[in-house]
């Protein structure tokens, strides 16, 4: 992959704002409209920009508390389970595992408080055996 110093300009601006037009891009490069598309499809073709997204946060998850839970339940029916716990709506996702818990799911609520009382309801459950819930204090996200 053969790139020069104003494609590292242009990728550069990309990765601080996708959203920038054409025009915009081309003027801080100091390239036309039309030379500045050629170079970003040229980047796109050769893989140096993968993809253009945006990085969204729900008004219930901003500065929002998360918390993973690992759950042990006795239930003969393990997905009425789930359906009961897709009722809350602070859930962000269940995954049924292997290993010393039967489900691992995720919350995010908007208060230390509110998790807390999800996690009270959990407990207060039959079919709960036990709970144990890690705090999220840093999230990552995968790579390329």
Known sequence: MVVDQVD????RLLEGDARLSMAALGRRVGLSRTA????????EQLGAIRGYHADV??????GGHSARVGIVVRAPDV????RRLRTI????????????????????????ARLDAILDRLNGWRETVRTTTFVVLTRYVGGG
């Open 79 to 82: 997905a009425a389970f789930v």
């Open 57 to 62: 946060r729900s008004p219930e998850q901003a």
């Open 8 to 11: 590292r300009q242009l990728l």
């Open 89 to 112: 709506p602070e859930l962000q996702e269940v995954e049924t595992v292997a290993g010393e818990y039967d489900l691992l799911v995720r919350f995010t609520a908007a208060s230390a």
């Open 36 to 43: 500045t598309l050629a170079r970003v499809r040229r980047l």
